[in-house]
């Protein structure tokens, strides 16, 4: 992903592409996303490590996934990082009804201009 | 409230440096003391922002302790607010500060039904001993349609 200086442009680059290939045939792709240090916090499940990560996001409980996200908010969290907050719904399996979600990425830049996740921290919304 | 910090997980970032402190009980104790404030004395919040600060509130943008002391105090539409939150995530930020990640209820003048939330913040400690914070980040979503 090319660095461009907008943190929206960035932003909305990054959730593209984030939420296609999570959906899509092969979740797999995001391990380039994650290294040694990266963080997830999944429904409170925590999970340290490209290696552990991509486990846990590769055994979720449901076998079709889509997510509709409705807001997105940017702002530079200091040293050439970036946080987004996502809000909107996620269809799982065959459901009609989605169920609200917001979900957290600390965005740091890497090598190639590109973008790593060191934190990433995932919730459901319900009462 | 529902915390990540499960007993089998927690040593993973427990501390944010070698033997510091738990950054769970960081996170959980700044919470507090935030929607303490902002229920009952939202001006004292103002301590919590710096010139740097950013705030993101329902898609408006602001930045330093000023502006976001004059959006948090003069331009909520809500009178009466309570916030309840329901689950807590904290992580080191790899910045030398935390990031804490809240969802839950609010609780809104004579509304019946309460709405839902979600609040991330990016904290930067103020000194070494890691006992006082401010706020770099903030950023707020209703999660009900309002």
Same mark, same amino acid.
């Given at each position: 992903?090319?660095?461009? +200086?907008?943190?929206?442009q960035?932003?909305?680059?990054?959730?593209?592409?984030?939420?296609?290939?999570?959906?899509?045939i092969?979740?797999?792709?995001?391990?380039?996303?994650?290294?040694?240090?990266?963080?997830?916090?999944?429904?409170?499940?925590?999970?340290?490590?490209?290696?552990?990560?991509?486990?846990?996001?590769?055994?979720?409980?449901?076998?079709?996934?889509?997510?509709?996200?409705?807001?997105?908010?940017?702002q530079? +969290?200091?040293?050439?990082? $970036?946080?987004?907050v *996502?809000?909107?719904?996620?269809? *799982?399996?065959?459901?009609?009804?989605?169920?609200?979600? +917001?979900? *957290?990425?600390?965005?740091?830049?890497?090598?190639?201009?590109?973008?790593?996740?060191?934190? $990433? *921290?995932?919730?459901?919304?319900?009462? | 409230?529902?915390?990540?910090?499960? #007993?089998?997980h927690?040593?993973?970032?427990? =501390?944010?440096?070698?033997?510091g402190?738990?950054?769970?009980?960081i996170?959980?104790?700044?919470? /507090?003391?935030?929607?303490?404030q902002?229920?009952?004395?939202?001006?004292?919040?103002?301590?919590?922002?710096?010139?740097?600060? &950013?705030?993101?509130?329902e898609? /408006?943008?602001?930045?330093?302790?000023?502006?976001?002391m004059?959006?948090?105090?003069?331009g909520?539409?809500?009178?009466?607010?309570?916030?309840?939150?329901? =689950? !807590? @995530?904290?992580?080191?930020?790899?910045?030398?500060? %935390?990031l804490? &990640?809240? =969802?839950?209820? !609010? #609780?809104? @003048?004579?509304?019946?039904?309460?709405l839902?939330?979600? /609040? &991330?913040?990016?904290? %930067?400690?103020t @000194? #070494?001993? !890691? #006992?006082?914070?401010?706020?770099?980040?903030?950023?707020?979503? !209703?999660? =009900?349609?309002?």
């Amino acid at each position: 992903m090319a660095t461009q +200086s907008d943190p929206n442009q960035i932003g909305k680059a990054f959730l593209q592409h984030y939420y296609a290939t999570f959906d899509g045939i092969n979740r797999n792709n995001l391990a380039s996303l994650f290294n040694d240090k990266s963080m997830m916090t999944y429904e409170g499940s925590q999970h340290m490590g490209q290696k552990s990560i991509m486990e846990k996001l590769t055994t979720l409980q449901f076998k079709k996934c889509r997510h509709d996200s409705k807001t997105m908010d940017v702002q530079p +969290s200091g040293a050439g990082g $970036l946080m987004i907050v *996502v809000t909107g719904d996620i269809f *799982v399996d065959d459901g009609k009804n989605g169920i609200k979600y +917001s979900e *957290v990425f600390h965005l740091m830049k890497g090598q190639n201009n590109s973008f790593w996740i060191h934190n $990433l *921290v995932f919730r459901l919304n319900y009462c | 409230v529902r915390c990540s910090a499960s #007993k089998k997980h927690v040593n993973n970032w427990k =501390t944010m440096a070698n033997n510091g402190p738990d950054i769970n009980q960081i996170g959980k104790a700044f919470v /507090e003391h935030y929607y303490n404030q902002f229920d009952n004395n939202r001006r004292a919040l103002a301590s919590l922002f710096q010139d740097s600060s &950013m705030l993101s509130f329902e898609n /408006e943008g602001y930045q330093g302790q000023k502006k976001i002391m004059e959006k948090l105090c003069n331009g909520v539409k809500f009178n009466k607010i309570q916030h309840v939150p329901k =689950t !807590l @995530d904290c992580q080191p930020s790899g910045q030398g500060g %935390l990031l804490v &990640m809240v =969802t839950g209820q !609010l #609780k809104v @003048d004579q509304e019946k039904n309460p709405l839902l939330y979600s /609040e &991330m913040f990016h904290l %930067l400690p103020t @000194d #070494k001993a !890691l #006992k006082q914070f401010w706020v770099q980040n903030c950023i707020f979503r !209703l999660n =009900t349609a309002y």
